[in-house]
């Protein structure tokens, strides 16, 4: 192949880790040692291009960058003619409109006439015009989080995800606007040879999310009580059983979800399960 395809990851920031370990555990190696601002794999045929994050729904619209690892906050917000394909996992935060804690505004209806300080100015108009508030939109790049107390705002709508910021600045979360996370977003007008990347590339990317998701489980069980343990192992299949050198007990292998693995676990244990060994699994295709 000789075409590359073209990714803009974030230079520095929140998401930067994030995109460069998906990469990497989607085996393409890359290495940004000396802060350039665009690099070549060694092993896959994509290049990187490291840039600012609020840049990338438009680079990817205007063919600059093939795709991007970008928050689904600013594809919203930039409102660009790009594609987007794959949830990532990771940067999970959520938009909110957030209020001072011990002030006279206790509900949304009350913003009306007020003014809001917010990074996300699209995101809130369409918002605000939605519940019918005539509240104007102050906006500001940086540190939103202090504009109440310095008088520049009576509430604000900022990034959350631990809410610590807002803790400290006594401020309280009103409304959750947007549910967030990293997004992969693709050029509308791919070449049928970049396509053919992008598809590998999204193969590896899935199967490494499901790994992630799913852990491989290693239990002893009593041979009475086999089927009952099988049964609450659902297994890529069924349960892999394996006989111990001592009579009377197997070795059970299986796959559990993250989300059901505590309850599982319990039960597994409750009806006679030992040793059990619960290992993250490294990529997972079906
Ligand atoms: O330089 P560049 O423009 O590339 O970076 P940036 O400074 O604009 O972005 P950056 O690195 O701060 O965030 C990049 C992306 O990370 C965002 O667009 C989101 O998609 C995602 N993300 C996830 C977050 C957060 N979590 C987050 N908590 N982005 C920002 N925050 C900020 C928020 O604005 C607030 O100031 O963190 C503070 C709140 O955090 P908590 O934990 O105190 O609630
Ligand atoms: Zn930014």
């Known amino acids: 192949m000789s075409e590359t395809l073209k990714i803009a990851v974030q230079k520095s ?3 930067y880790e994030g995109s460069m370990k998906l990469l990497k555990e989607c085996g393409i190696e890359v290495s940004n040692g000396n802060n350039q601002l665009r690099v070549k794999a060694a092993n ?3 290049e990187i291009f490291f840039l600012r994050d609020d840049d990338i729904p438009e680079y990817v619209q205007d063919a600059v960058a ?3 690892f970008v928050g689904e906050n600013v594809v919203r917000e930039k409102n660009k003619q790009v594609d987007p394909l794959e949830k990532l996992g990771f ?5 909110s409109l957030a209020i001072p804690k011990n002030g006279t505004l206790k509900s949304v209806a ?15 108009r369409d918002y605000l015009r939605e519940k019918n508030i005539n509240a104007s939109i102050h906006e500001i790049s940086g540190s939103v989080e202090i ?3 310095i008088g520049l705002a009576d509430a604000i709508c900022d990034l959350v995800s631990s809410g610590s910021t807002l803790f400290t600045n006594e401020l309280m979360e009103l409304e959750v606007l947007l549910q967030s996370e990293s997004v992969l977003i693709s050029n509308k007008k791919l070449t049928a040879e970049k396509k053919i990347i992008l598809e590998s590339l999204l193969f590896r990317i899935r199967s ?6 799913n852990k491989y489980v290693l239990l002893n069980a009593p041979n009475d009580k086999l089927e ?7 297994g890529m299949r069924s349960p892999t059983i394996l006989p111990l050198a001592e009579s009377g007990w197997s070795s059970v292998h299986s796959v559990i979800s993250e989300g059901d693995f505590w309850d599982i676990i319990e039960q597994l244990k409750a009806n006679g399960a030992q040793g059990i060994l619960i290992i993250p699994i490294e990529k997972m295709i079906l």
Do not use: E, M
């Open 13 to 15: 920031g929140r998401l």
């Open 44 to 46: 896959f045929p994509v």
């Open 66 to 68: 093939d795709i991007g």
């Open 91 to 95: 940067g999970k935060c959520r938009l």
């Open 110 to 124: 009350d913003l009306d006439g007020k003014k809001i300080a917010t990074s996300y100015p699209v995101i809130l």
């Open 147 to 149: 504009a109440p107390r």
């Open 208 to 213: 490494v999310k499901k790994a992630r998701n």
């Open 228 to 234: 009952k343990i099988c049964s609450l192992l659902p």
